[in-house]
C-alpha cells in the first residue's frame, strides 16, 4: 500500500548498515531487485541464504522468513540453502544461525557465543559474507528481525508493519552488532508478534513463520501458568481430605482458585507426582510453576495451622512444601526448574526456609502503585525493594533465582488510562541492576495505549537503557502521522503527571478508574487545561479515518474516566447536611457535550454499552438512563443526546427538578426525627436525621435518578445505605430493592410499605416516629400469600448507622437478663445469639460525639443479634426466628430505634 511506503521514507533512520547513498548508481550496475553485501569500495551480490540442515525448525524458519521480507522489499527471491552436494560460494551468503561453514569462514567463534546465552546474537558483514546467528535458535530469530529494521523494517503492530520496496538493496558495512537481552526471560501479550519484538515465549503462542515456538514456562493441559495446582491435580478427582479447609469448609471451586491442604503427606506426594508426569508428557519448557490458587486464603485447619507455626510462617509452609517437588525434579530432571508465587500472602520472605537451586521465585508486587517506581516513598512503605532483595539475598542462586511478574495494566473497566510506562521503565533498570532472571508482564489485556506500550516494552525488557521518549516519539510518528506530536505530548503529560503525582493513593490495578490515585489526578482542571487541547488538536491533524480511530481510541478513555470521575451518574441525589437532605447534581452543559462525544466515539469504535461485566457497569450509569432500543444507539432518548447535547441539557434539567424528586422521596415527621423513605428501591429508610442535634443517624449513599424513576433489579446488589430488610437470612436476600407500595398516615409519622416478593411471600413494614422522644419503630410482617407451605422464612433487619466502627470511641452495649448492661470494645464482627443474646436491648454508644443508639426487640421474636462495623458505618443488624409458613400465616418482627445523647 502506498501509504506504508510513504511512511517507511518518512521515518525511515539513518544507518550505515542500510546504506541510502549510492542506492540509484549500484542499482545500475547490479541486476534488478539484489541484496548488496557492500565493503568499503567493494559489493557482492548474495546469492543465497544458507541454515544447517542440522538446525533447529526455528532458525530453518527465521531462514524462509528472512527470504519472504526480502523478497517483498526487492520483488526478487534469494534461495535458501541448508547445505548438501553442492559447495557454498566463496561470498556472497548469507549465514542463518552457526555453522560449520560460517566458522570456517572466520564469521565467528565459538567463545564469542559463551557470554551471549540462548537469546544473544551477531550481525557480522565479513568478507563478503554475513552472519545472522544467535547462541540458541531464539537469538538467530531476533537477529534476524534486528537485521531486518536495519534495512528500514518497522513491526509497529499486528496492524501496521512498515517493509520498504528497493530496487536494490544494500547491506554496508561496517556491521560487526554483538547483542544480548538485559533478562533471560521476557514474556507478555500484546498488540505485536513475539519474536519481532524479542520476546522470550512465555504463555504467549508465538511463531517464526508457520512455526510454533517452544515455551520456556510449562503450561499444564487446560489451564495457564499462573496458577496450575488446580490444574494439575482436578479437585473433584480427589479425596476430601485433599482439598483447603476454608471457612469450616473443604470444597471444589474453579481450578484457578483451588487450594489445597498442604500439610497431607499424601497431597504433597500427589503434587510431587503430578509434576513429574507433567515434565515427561512436556518436556520442552524450562520453567515448571507449582503454584497456587489465586487467592490469598490457605487452608485453615488445626494441622496446617500448627505447621505454618512449626516452619515459621506461611511462606516458610509454601517454599518447603515446593522443596519437596524440586528435589525430586532435580533428581529425575536436572536442569528443569520449578517455580514458586511469590504473592499477596507470601509475597514476604520466608523466615527459615530456603529455596532448592532449581526452585526459583516468581516476585509479584501486585497492590502497590504502578505510576511510580519502587524507589517512590508509597512504594516503599509497602516494602517492595526489602522484600525483593531479601528473596534476592536468601536465593542459592541470587538475583539469578528471581523473576518478577509485573501488572502495568488494568484488568477492570478496560480502557481507561493506565500510566504505567514510565514507572516500568525506571524498574527495569533497578532490575538490571539487580541482575535478576526475568520479567513477565501480566498482558496488557485491550487497554488504553496498548499499541504503544506493546512496542516500547518489549524493546525496554531487552534493553533497559533504551532512549524510551525516543521509542515514544517514533511509534507515535508511524501510528499518528501528522498528527503524532500532540499525541507524543499526551503520551508525556499523562505518565509525568502520574509519575511526580504526591497522591498517598497508590494505581492499582484491579481498583478500577474511582480508586483515590486517580480521582487526584484527573481533575477538571487538570484535564481541561492540559489534555484535552492535545486531543482537540490531534484530531484536526488526522489524515485519515484510520489515523481518527486511533486517535478516539484513547480519547474514550481520557472521556470516560472523566466523566466516571467528575459526573460518573446522569443526575443524582445526593445526600447532604441539610434539613431537606439531599442536592440535586446533575452535568454541566461542557459534561453533555463530553457525553455526547464519549457515545458518539463508543458507537464508532464498536465499544460495548457494559464497560465492566463483572460490576455490572454500563454507561448508563453516566448518562442517567437506560436505551430502549437495541442497538443502543438507535434509542430516540440517546440519539437526541448525541446529536444535540445543549438542547438535551436543557430538556432532562426541566425534567429533573425538585418537584418530580420530591414525588419518589416519601417524608415522615415528628419534634425529634425525620425520616426519608424511598417505596421504589426497597421501602427503605433512606435518612434519619436529629432535629435536635441536626445530624443524620444514617450513613447514605447517592441516589440515582434513573433509578427512582424506574427502580432497581434485584439481580446485583447496590447499596444505596440507610435501613433495609431481607426476607432471608443470607445478605441481599430479596426485600432490599423491590418496588413498594407506600400509604402515609394522616399525622405523617407513620407510614405503611408493602410489596410482593418472587417466593410468594409479601412484606408490609409499618414505620412511626414516636412524638415524645427520638425513637422509630418498625413493625415488618412476611405473611404467605402462596399456596405452599414456605420453609426457613427469615427477617433481616439491616440498618447502616453513621458512626464509623474503626472509632476507639465506639463502644458495644448488651442488656443482661438481670437487667444490667454490659459494655464492650466494638469489633468488625460480633454475633450475639443463644445464651449470649441481649435480653430485649442492645445498642451502641459513641463517647466521642456523645450518642447513644440503643435497639429494643422482644427476645421471642429474635434468634440473634449482629453487630458489623466498617470504616464508614456500624449495623446493629436483627434475625428473626425461623419458621415454616403455611399459607395465610405471618412472621413477625417488631423492634424501635431511640437515639439519646
Not at 487467592?295 to 496446617?304: A, D, H, K, L, N
Not at 480519547?555 to 472523566?562: A, H, N, R, S
Not at 447532604?576 to 461542557?590: H, L
Request: a neutral charge.
Amino acid at each position: 500500500m502506498w501509504w506504508l511506503f510513504a511512511l517507511w521514507i518518512l521515518f525511515l533512520p539513518v544507518d550505515p548498515a542500510a546504506g541510502d547513498a549510492g542506492v540509484n548508481s549500484v542499482a545500475q550496475k547490479a541486476s534488478a531487485g539484489s541484496v548488496l553485501l557492500v565493503e568499503g569500495g567493494r559489493r557482492m551480490e548474495v546469492q543465497q541464504i544458507f541454515v544447517h540442515s542440522q538446525a533447529h525448525a526455528v532458525e530453518k524458519a527465521a531462514a524462509r522468513e528472512l527470504q519472504r521480507i526480502l523478497r517483498e522489499i526487492t520483488s526478487r527471491e534469494v534461495p535458501v540453502a541448508e547445505g548438501g552436494d553442492n559447495p557454498l560460494p566463496a561470498q556472497g551468503v548469507i549465514y542463518v544461525g552457526k555453522s560449520e561453514p560460517a566458522r570456517a569462514r572466520s564469521l565467528y567463534a565459538d567463545a564469542e557465543y559463551e557470554s551471549l546465552g540462548t537469546d544473544g546474537f551477531i550481525l557480522r558483514l565479513k568478507a563478503g559474507n554475513l552472519l545472522v546467528a544467535g547462541g540458541g535458535y531464539r537469538g538467530t530469530v531476533y537477529a534476524v528481525y534486528r537485521l531486518l529494521e536495519r534495512l528500514g523494517c518497522r513491526f509497529y503492530s499486528t496492524e501496521l508493519e512498515v517493509l520498504p520496496r528497493r530496487a536494490a538493496l544494500q547491506i554496508r558495512s561496517p556491521l560487526n552488532v554483538v547483542d544480548s537481552p538485559a533478562f533471560e526471560w521476557r514474556a507478555m501479550w500484546g498488540r505485536i508478534r513475539p519474536m519481532t519484538a524479542g520476546l522470550s515465549p512465555g504463555e504467549w503462542e508465538a511463531k517464526v513463520g508457520e512455526i510454533d515456538l517452544p515455551k520456556m514456562m510449562g503450561v499444564p493441559p487446560r489451564g495457564f501458568w499462573h496458577h496450575t495446582m488446580g490444574f494439575l491435580l482436578p479437585a473433584q478427582n480427589l479425596p476430601q481430605e485433599f482439598l483447603a479447609e476454608i471457612g469450616g469448609e473443604r470444597r471444589v471451586t474453579e481450578p484457578h482458585l483451588q487450594q489445597y491442604c498442604l500439610s497431607n503427606p499424601d497431597l504433597q506426594k500427589a503434587m510431587t507426582d503430578a509434576v513429574l508426569r507433567w515434565i515427561e508428557n512436556d518436556p520442552a519448557p524450562l520453567y515448571y510453576p507449582v503454584h497456587y490458587g489465586d487467592t490469598g486464603q490457605f487452608c485453615q485447619c488445626q494441622r496446617c495451622k500448627a505447621w505454618y507455626q512449626e516452619h515459621g510462617s506461611l511462606t516458610d509452609a509454601v517454599i518447603w512444601f515446593n522443596n519437596q517437588v524440586a528435589r525430586e525434579v532435580a533428581r529425575r530432571h536436572p536442569g528443569k526448574f520449578v517455580t514458586t508465587l511469590a504473592y499477596w500472602a507470601t509475597r514476604k520472605p520466608p523466615v527459615k526456609e530456603r529455596p532448592l537451586p532449581n526452585h526459583l521465585i516468581i516476585f509479584c508486587a501486585i497492590v502497590e502503585c504502578q505510576a511510580r517506581p519502587w524507589s517512590h516513598p508509597v512504594n516503599v512503605k509497602y516494602n517492595v525493594i526489602a522484600d525483593l532483595e531479601r528473596w534476592i539475598a536468601l536465593h542459592p542462586l541470587g538475583a539469578k533465582g528471581i523473576i518478577t511478574f509485573e501488572y502495568p495494566t488494568t484488568y477492570h473497566y478496560v480502557g481507561y488510562p493506565y500510566p504505567a510506562l514510565y514507572a516500568f521503565a525506571e524498574n527495569l533498570k533497578y532490575y538490571k541492576r539487580l541482575g535478576i532472571r526475568g520479567v513477565y508482564i501480566c498482558g496488557l489485556t485491550d487497554g488504553h495505549l496498548v499499541h504503544l506500550y506493546s512496542y516500547v516494552m518489549p524493546r525496554l525488557m531487552w534493553d533497559p537503557h533504551a532512549d524510551l521518549r525516543a521509542l515514544s516519539e517514533e511509534f507515535c510518528k508511524a501510528w499518528y502521522g501528522k498528527a503524532w506530536q500532540p499525541m507524543r505530548d499526551y503520551v508525556h503529560r499523562l505518565h509525568r503527571s502520574a509519575f511526580e503525582s504526591t497522591s498517598e493513593g497508590v494505581m492499582d490495578c484491579h481498583a478500577g478508574p474511582g480508586q483515590r490515585f486517580f480521582r487526584e489526578l484527573f481533575t477538571r482542571e487538570w484535564l481541561d487545561r492540559q489534555i484535552y487541547p492535545l486531543f482537540e488538536r490531534a484530531e484536526r491533524l488526522a489524515e485519515s479515518e484510520t489515523v481518527k480511530r486511533r486517535i478516539w481510541r484513547e480519547k474514550w478513555g481520557v472521556l470516560f474516566t472523566d466523566l466516571f470521575l467528575n459526573v460518573q451518574r446522569g443526575r443524582d441525589i445526593v445526600p447532604d447536611s441539610s434539613e431537606r437532605g439531599y442536592s440535586r447534581q446533575m452535568p454541566s452543559r461542557q459534561s453533555y457535550q463530553r457525553i455526547a462525544d464519549l457515545l458518539r466515539i463508543t458507537r464508532e469504535l464498536g465499544r460495548n454499552w457494559t464497560v465492566e461485566p463483572r460490576h455490572r457497569y454500563t454507561l448508563s450509569a453516566i448518562i442517567g438512563f437506560e436505551p430502549t432500543a437495541t442497538p443502543w444507539w438507535q434509542c430516540p432518548q440517546v440519539q437526541r443526546l448525541m446529536e444535540g447535547p445543549q438542547r438535551a441539557y436543557e430538556e432532562e434539567l426541566r425534567a429533573f427538578s425538585e418537584e418530580e424528586v420530591a414525588k419518589r422521596i416519601v417524608r415522615l415527621e415528628s419534634p425529634h426525627l425525620i425520616a426519608d423513605i424511598v417505596p421504589i428501591l426497597g421501602g427503605r429508610i433512606w435518612r434519619l436525621y436529629s432535629r435536635q442535634w441536626k445530624q443524620d443517624l444514617f450513613w447514605r449513599g447517592t441516589l440515582e435518578w434513573r433509578l427512582l424513576q424506574n427502580g432497581h433489579k434485584a439481580d446485583y446488589y447496590l447499596n444505596f445505605g440507610g435501613y433495609e430488610e431481607y426476607a432471608g437470612e443470607r445478605f441481599a436476600s430479596p426485600g432490599w430493592s423491590e418496588q413498594y407500595e407506600c400509604t402515609v398516615s394522616p399525622d405523617g409519622r407513620s407510614a405503611l410499605l408493602s410489596a410482593n416478593l418472587p417466593n410468594g411471600l409479601q412484606l408490609t413494614r409499618v414505620v412511626t416516629l414516636s412524638p415524645d422522644e427520638a425513637a422509630i419503630e418498625i413493625e415488618s410482617r412476611l405473611t404467605n400469600r402462596s399456596a405452599q407451605p414456605v420453609s426457613n422464612v427469615v427477617l433481616r433487619a439491616h440498618p447502616q448507622f453513621r458512626l464509623p466502627g474503626n472509632s476507639e470511641s465506639l463502644r458495644l452495649l448488651v442488656k443482661t437478663a438481670d437487667g444490667e448492661w454490659k459494655e464492650a470494645p466494638v469489633r468488625s464482627e460480633t454475633f450475639l445469639g443463644g445464651s449470649e443474646l441481649p435480653a430485649g436491648a442492645w445498642g451502641i454508644r459513641d463517647q466521642q460525639r456523645e450518642i447513644t443508639i440503643l435497639n429494643e426487640f422482644d427476645p421471642a421474636q429474635v434468634r440473634q443479634c449482629y453487630l458489623y462495623a466498617s470504616a464508614e458505618f456500624t449495623n446493629l443488624e436483627l434475625f428473626s426466628t425461623a419458621k415454616t409458613l403455611e399459607p395465610g400465616a405471618s412472621l413477625v418482627l417488631r423492634h424501635r430505634y431511640v437515639v439519646r445523647r
